[in-house]
């Protein structure tokens, strides 16, 4: 089994996977999860009406952040240099939830699955502490790598089922 998991050696011990010999390639990953909420909490962050400022706005910096800051958070996971990272937050009404989506894009010797996924996760922790004083039964939920491109594994796009 040691030998399908990339991070740990024949004897079971953790490893960062040496990435020294891989080409740099164009890579890119889009992650998408969501915070379920009450439809009043959803009107007031869609308003801007959280007493803690834009939920929006510091939830995209805080993915942003996360996102560059992934090494530091993730045992064993590469420090990349990011291209770019893009998060954006739409509205599900009838789901009353906001669904955060980020992008991230690198030239490098790994994937930058890991740095999208961050990104989605501390965007969605944010917008729950921005709005935890009107609504904290939110839920937060569905993290998800819903693409992936670039790379020796090649293409990903999830399916749902």
Known sequence: MAD???????????????????????REAVAEGRVRMNPETLRKALDGDSKKGSVRA????????????????????????????????????GGSALVVTARARTAGQTGVEMEALTAVAVACLTIYDMLKASDRAM?????????????????YRHTSG
Do not use: N, W, Y
């Open 4 to 26: 399908d998991l990339t991070h740990l050696d024949r004897q079971g011990q953790a490893r960062m996977v040496d990435v020294g010999g891989k080409p740099v390639t164009a």
């Open 139 to 155: 839920v937060i939920d569905g993290i998800t790598l819903l693409e992936k491109s670039g790379g020796a594994s090649g293409d």
């Open 58 to 93: 510091a939830a995209e910096f805080a993915g942003i952040m996360a996102a560059k800051r992934t090494a530091e958070l993730i045992p064993l996971c590469h420090q990349i240099a990011l291209s770019s990272v893009k998060i954006d937050i739409a509205a599900d009404a």
